[in-house]
């Protein structure tokens, strides 16, 4: 019996020490596949924070490109728009230019017509001073003085040998220089 009862008792003891075993490999089995969960769970947030990670680097150079773009772009528009403005430029430059050759294409006519007024006035002033003293000398040879004919030439001198009747044709010396 006593070793029926010891039997049973290293039995029981078999048997709580395997109980116990089996209870420390289930915690020690639960501890393992909490750490090892624990450990993935760390690897996949460490895979996340390098996606993430990844993800902004991705979304930085994306950027980085972009402003990139935006200021080749700028360059270009910048470009563009200097040389719309140079070429505004010239054309303001052309038009003031054109526009000064108008104005003094303009007063050269001017200059040029007063410039034959003045030679056709003067002509007209030396031919008229040239009938008068004409006249003067044809009354003084014939002793004849008409002073309606005199005040009539001093008040208009338009009228011309055409108009009077009672001249002759111009024959003397001075009138021939006159002309010359």
Same mark, same amino acid.
């Given at each position: 019996k006593y070793q029926? =009862? %010891?039997g049973d008792e290293l039995k029981a003891n078999a048997n709580q020490n395997a109980w116990r075993i089996q209870k420390v490999k289930t915690e &020690? =089995? %639960?501890i393992v596949n909490d750490?090892? %969960?624990a450990a993935e769970k760390k690897k996949r947030q460490a895979e996340q924070r390098l996606k993430d990670q990844e993800n902004k680097r991705e979304k930085f150079n994306q950027l980085k490109k @972009?402003? @990139?773009f935006l200021? &080749? +772009?700028n360059k270009e528009m910048n470009i563009i728009r200097q040389k719309r403005k140079d070429e505004f430029q010239r054309i303001?430059?052309?038009q003031k230019a054109i526009d000064k050759e108008l104005r003094v294409d303009y007063f050269d006519h001017l200059r040029g017509q007063v410039q034959r007024q003045r030679l056709q006035s003067q002509s007209e002033a030396r031919l008229h001073k040239h009938e008068i003293q004409e006249i003067l000398h044809d009354m003084s040879v014939t002793k004849k003085w008409d002073f309606k004919l005199l005040n009539s030439l001093? =008040?208009?001198p338009h009228t011309h040998k055409s108009n009077n009747k009672k001249l002759r044709p111009m024959t003397h010396s001075l009138?021939? +220089?006159a002309m010359a």
């Open positions: 029926k =009862e %010891k &020690h =089995e %639960k750490r090892r %969960k @972009e402003i @990139e200021k &080749h +772009t303001m430059l052309q001093a =008040e208009n009138s021939k +220089t």
